[in-house]
């Protein structure tokens, strides 16, 4: 199964002040920009966001995956190149 969670070693380093926030956005982001499986799953919830609300969930108590992933959208929905 894929997945837009990060990993466990990615979210101790920033927990445990092994990396910035600024970092962990930075490899979170590169991850992601890297995998065809989330892009197009990025693409397809834009979609469906014309006719459906969606709502992103986290399982963590941080909001820099969700924060990163709603940028992603953004840029996806105006059109800047990833």
Do not use: A, W
Request: with cysteine; hydrophobic share 35%; glycine share 4%.
């Amino acid at each position: 199964m894929y997945s837009t969670c990060t990993t466990k070693k990615l979210l101790q380093d920033y927990k445990f002040g092994n990396i910035t926030m600024d970092e962990f956005k930075s490899i979170y982001t590169r991850r992601l920009k890297n995998n065809p499986f989330v892009l197009d799953l990025v693409r397809y919830i834009i979609s469906e966001s014309k006719n459906h609300k969606n709502f992103i969930i986290c399982n963590g108590n941080i909001e820099c995956q969700r924060l990163v992933l709603m940028e992603m959208f953004d840029n996806i929905s105006n059109g800047v190149r990833l």
